[in-house]
């Protein structure tokens, strides 16, 4: 046996040592070739859109910019994202992910949970009963119906084809047929809790732009049922009950009217359904009706089993959203039309909602088709216009508005061609000239469509910059 240190050992390890280099060297090679498909190629990233956003950075041909227009001082604590759904690349971020309030832009996530949660075709029904064990006592137990109207046969409320009492008080009258009714019942305890959320400033409510929230109303509790802004009361219920008396007519004529839960021995007497909430999300988004997205969120939450108060509301459209597809974690739901500015929601959440509604995944396409166009439509029809009218009909958007914030957020028809989803929002001492600004940035994604810069100001040189 030759010794350790023979010429012919140190031979043979050299020998040993080339070997185990050349095959390791073939292990590499064919490893780099059956990661490429076999055909000699390299390897290369996929391209292919993610369900996870990335920030694009400006690239190439993305030379658009808006920074200027997002400097402008009018925007105080400005949130925005801008996303190509296509690839989903987000081409611009200001505070995207930053949960931040809504405003009118929350009646998108009520509409979607309702859409998701209840369907389209869902219908209230106000039904009234006889109250077998008190001869002469109706009972008028609301169901979260806020559009059933006391405007007369042949006229309409807002709420263009809802259901009237007068429809009620001839299905009673039939009933009755000649024997008076001497007590009205009215039963509203099909939502639980308090009526008004404390958020909320009562103005909104005096001035007429949302009624409290009870599941027996008429006419969403307007002074006006034809008027959108219309002063509401502070006894919605009981304006309900006083006016099925005079719908009733003399039948009625000495029937006492009180508050309280039904009794168990009933017939059903009368009844009438509303349209179908896909109606009910078309006026909602169009002219941004409070009262319709209280209660959509209050009939989610019965829906999905909760107890129809103000507190369940988060949860309640939190499963909704959830059972849709969305990751809902690190939002915070007050309510469901906005008015409550404790809401917290990032831009780029309301965008993966957007894209949802976009692709018309669903029910979905029923919001895209209820948003209202630049220039042309519900709560755009005179925005967008002088400088930013080549933007009129090319943006479908949810409006905003609250003492502390204007928000826009919808989708772009972009000049170039591409779709275009955006969010954006200025949060803080703001006054109406900020849907201006908001136009002016929103008409900038619009001209610059898929070239648009990532670009963005510097919050420390920006007025309102965090």
């Known amino acids: 046996m030759p010794s350790s240190n023979s010429p012919l050992n140190y031979l043979r390890q050299i020998a040993i040592g080339v070997a185990s280099g050349l095959l390791l060297l073939v292990l590499i090679i064919g490893g780099l070739t059956m990661a490429s498909g076999g055909n000699g190629s390299t390897a290369t990233e996929s391209n292919s859109p993610t369900d996870s956003p990335t920030v694009s950075p400006t690239a190439e041909g993305r030379d658009c910019s808006v920074v200027e227009l997002a400097s402008d001082k009018r925007l105080v604590g400005l949130h925005a994202q801008v996303l190509n759904p296509e690839t989903n690349e987000v081409l611009f971020d200001i505070l995207g992910d930053t949960p931040a309030q809504t405003a009118s832009v929350m009646k998108l996530l009520t509409a979607a949970a309702a859409l998701q949660a209840l369907g389209p075709n869902y219908r209230v029904e106000t039904k009234v009963f006889a109250d077998l064990d008190t001869p002469g006592q109706i009972v008028f137990v609301g ?37 008076p009714i001497n007590s009205i019942v009215l039963d509203s305890s099909y939502f639980t809790g308090p009526t008004w959320e404390s958020g909320v400033d009562d103005l909104e409510r005096s001035i007429g732009y949302q009624s409290l929230v009870t599941a027996l109303q008429v006419d969403g509790d307007r002074d006006n049922p034809t008027r959108e802004t219309s002063p509401r009361s502070l006894d919605p219920v009981g304006r309900a009950g006083t006016a099925l008396k005079k719908a009733i007519g003399p039948l009625a004529d000495g029937a006492n009217i009180t508050q309280a839960q039904a009794g168990k021995n009933l017939l059903q ?11 009910w999300i078309s006026h909602m988004l169009q002219v941004s009706d409070n009262t319709e997205a209280e ?73 895209k088709q209820s948003l209202p166009i630049s220039g042309e439509s519900g709560s755009l029809t005179h925005r967008f216009k002088g400088d930013n009218i080549d933007a009129a009909g090319h943006i479908l958007a949810k409006t905003g508005w609250t003492k502390h914030e204007y928000s826009l957020a919808g989708i772009i028809q972009s000049k170039d061609g591409t779709d275009l989803l955006f969010s954006v929002a200025a949060i803080g001492q703001v006054n109406d000239t900020a849907k201006e600004a908001i136009d002016n940035l929103v008409t900038g994604f619009y001209r610059c469509g898929n070239k648009l810069s990532a670009e963005v100001p510097d919050p420390t040189k920006t007025p309102g910059g965090q």
Do not use: H, M
Request: net charge positive; hydrophobic share 40%.
């Open 143 to 179: 169901a979260g119906d806020p559009t059933l109207s006391r405007v007369g046969i042949g006229k309409d409320s807002v709420y263009v084809g809802a259901p009237k009492l007068a429809d009620l008080a001839v299905q009673i009258n039939s009933w009755s047929r000649a024997n």
């Open 269 to 279: 007497i009368a009844s009438v359904k509303s349209q179908p909430i896909s109606k």
């Open 295 to 367: 209660f959509l969120a209050r009939l989610v939450s019965k829906q999905l089993g909760y107890d129809g108060s103000f507190a369940s509301v988060d949860a309640a459209i939190k499963s909704a959203l959830t059972r849709a597809g969305l990751d809902t974690t690190g939002l915070l739901l007050k309510d469901g039309s906005g008015e409550n500015e404790e809401n917290l929601v990032p831009a780029s959440f309301i965008n993966s909602l957007l894209k949802k509604i976009n692709n018309s995944e669903g029910n979905f396409g029923i919001i």
